[in-house]
């Protein structure tokens, strides 16, 4: 039978890329390191790791090995809360991935008080745009904004997603408000970071509408002072530009349109029979505090 030691090595030795990495969180040796892999991978008589001079990276073998190896480890950590009474409480290190600008604007704030109800618990989080893969980068759950797809990944709906098109009074002083779609194509749109085109509901049904304008980053946050500079027309989600819109810094446009309504903020974490202590109460939390209509909204 493996030794459960072996398979946390291994596991650490992915998430961190290297023998090494993995050996100063064990408090180990390179070379027993790679010593307890090896052993792992002659007792299963396939390679797991492919190992050069300057990286590891999973086999295919590996990458399937890694996936359920993940599972069990966590069923053993939750059995083992729950023998013990802890199954309530978080402890440990609990890995999140999140949007940058949602992350700040609306994560970030709300911390404190779930730290001060789980002491014993560390946070890591990590703020970026990019979908990560969060089994390889060894996240335990991603707060992601899209339409949820298909994959072996579970997701839990934390809110609704509602997104206006939206301009300064100062831009709609210069060029005045278009009143249909066509109009766009006479007015400075500022695409999203990732230009996509703007998935659109309304009237006429659904549309897809390609916006063409001046502006071209990889920022989500430089459109959105873009648009509140009055630089032009931009659609964006009520959670980053609800308090301009009620300042007064930013009005609607085209109200009778808006963005796609399967968008959701949701939660997402790797498929697990038994899911951690932290990652539930981490989830509820943030459920509890977004709702069916989140306080941006109100």
Request: hydrophobic residues 40%; contains cysteine.
């Amino acid at each position: 039978m493996t030794n459960l030691g072996d398979l946390e090595i291994f596991t650490r030795v992915v998430s961190t890329g290297s023998m090494s990495a993995a050996g100063r969180a064990l408090s180990l040796s390179p070379a027993v390191i790679s010593k307890r892999v090896k052993r792992l991978e002659d007792r299963l008589g396939t390679r797991l790791l492919q190992r050069t001079t300057r990286q590891i990276s999973l086999t295919e073998a590996g990458q399937g090995f890694y996936d359920r190896v993940l599972g069990i480890l966590a069923g053993i950590e939750d059995a083992e809360a729950y023998a013990s009474g802890r199954s309530s409480q978080a402890q440990g290190t609990l890995r999140i991935t999140a949007p940058t600008s949602f992350g700040r604007m609306h994560i970030a704030p709300h911390l404190t008080g779930f730290m001060k109800d789980h002491p014993d618990l560390k946070l890591h989080i990590v703020l970026s745009d990019d979908f990560a893969d969060i089994v390889a980068e060894g996240f335990d759950l991603a707060v992601r904004i899209g339409e949820l797809t298909d994959s072996s990944l579970v997701a839990r709906k934390l809110a609704p997603v509602r997104r206006l098109l939206c301009a300064a009074p100062s831009y709609v002083a210069r060029h005045g408000l278009p009143h249909e779609i066509g109009d766009l194509a006479n007015h400075v749109c500022l695409p999203a970071h990732n230009n996509d085109n703007w998935k659109l509901e309304g009237p006429g049904g659904s549309l897809s509408y390609r916006p063409e304008g001046p502006l071209v980053t990889n920022s989500s946050e430089i459109i959105r002072e873009a648009v509140i500079a009055g630089a032009g027309i931009a659609l964006r989600s009520t959670w980053d530009i609800g308090k301009e819109l009620r300042a007064g810094q930013l009005v609607q446009v085209l109200p009778q349109w808006e963005g796609s309504h399967n968008l959701t903020l949701s939660a997402v974490y790797p498929s697990r029979q038994f899911l951690p202590a932290k990652v539930r109460l981490f989830i509820d939390y943030l459920a509890a505090l977004y709702g069916p209509v989140p306080y941006w909204e109100q």
